[in-house]
């Protein structure tokens, strides 16, 4: 299995300058072995299915594979794991490396992540000024966890 090796950060609201045309997306998880994530994807007209193993540090094993956007659309309307995640996702290169920031909609509206997959989990890399708190190790900022516990329940539970 091919494997991802992928840091996430919080991103400061100076991003918004350098951000220009996205892809918006839709997308949901169904249940999966615990540690696992099996999630459905739309993004510009065509749909994804991917198997992610179990993380460990910042690396997991990933598959994803093109599906009918009937199915996909089928699979997002029957039993799935939480809420759909609806983002819009930009690339930014910096210094040799390409960002990806998604800024999320619905429930997880004014959340903003940045992701760079890396060749090592190791490798060093520039971080540009609008990059923030690592977020790789918190499993509360990955998009499965926010599909069942969005922010916009963060203030509500913890008060």
């Known amino acids: 299995m091919p494997l991802e090796i992928e840091r996430r950060f919080l991103v400061d609201g100076s991003v918004r300058a350098e951000l220009r ?3 918006r997306i839709l997308q ?7 540690g696992c994530t099996t999630r459905v994807r739309i993004v510009r007209g065509k749909a994804f299915l991917t198997r992610k193993g179990r993380k460990t540090g910042c690396c997991r094993e990933e598959v994803e594979r093109e599906i009918k956007l009937e199915t996909a659309l089928r699979l997002l309307s029957g039993k799935r794991v939480g809420d759909l995640i609806e983002k819009t996702r930009y690339r930014i290169h910096h210094q ?3 960002w990806e920031v998604d800024v999320f909609h619905g429930a997880n509206a004014g959340l903003v992540i940045a992701e ?19 977020v790789t190790h918190d499993a509360h900022y990955s998009n499965s966890a926010l599909s069942r516990r969005p922010i916009s329940t963060w203030r509500r539970q913890a008060a």
């Open 116 to 134: 760079i997959e890396l060749e090592h989990p190791d490798a060093d890399f520039p971080r540009p000024d609008w990059i923030g708190d690592e």
């Open 21 to 23: 045309a996205g892809d």
């Open 96 to 98: 040799g490396f390409r």
């Open 28 to 34: 949901g998880y169904l249940p999966a072995p615990d």
